[in-house]
Nanobody, 119 residues
Framework: QVQLVESGGGLVQPGGSLRLSCAASRTIGTIYAMGWYRQAPGKQRTLVATITSGGSTNYADSVKGRFTISRDNAEDTVYLQMDNMKPEDTAVYYC?????????????WGQGTQVTVSS
């Protein structure tokens, strides 16, 4: 129904910026929301930010004021602008899509992209 492809990860210095993108391809159904989650080694996957089809956003407290999520509904693409990055932002970042199809809801995940914040 939905394939998610992430890009934009890499190595950045503390205080630097990075921009992630996630494109949904060959979508069947309606995407209610898209978002970003992250998982560091030995830790659980946690929410970073989400954005609904109506443009409502939600952020984890740890990234408020530093990260910005945005979307392009025409292309079913979501972006994560990460500014003033910290070493604790280091993780694999996963794109998520919450989809309505055939009267039910489904979650889809990308393969993840590595983000490393280090001097």
């Amino acid at each position: 129904q939905v394939q998610l492809v992430e890009s934009g990860g890499g190595l950045v210095q503390p205080g630097g910026s990075l921009r992630l993108s996630c494109a949904a391809s060959r979508t069947i159904g309606t995407i209610y929301a898209m978002g970003w989650y992250r998982q560091a080694p030995g830790k659980q996957r946690t929410l970073v930010a989400t954005i609904t089809s109506g443009g409502s956003t939600n952020y984890a407290d740890s990234v408020k004021g530093r990260f910005t999520i945005s979307r392009d509904n025409a292309e079913d693409t979501v972006y994560l602008q990460m500014d003033n990055m910290k070493p604790e932002d280091t993780a694999v970042y996963y794109c998520n899509a919450f989809v309505w199809f055939a009267g039910d809801n489904y979650d889809y995940w990308g393969q993840g992209t590595q983000v490393t914040v280090s001097s």
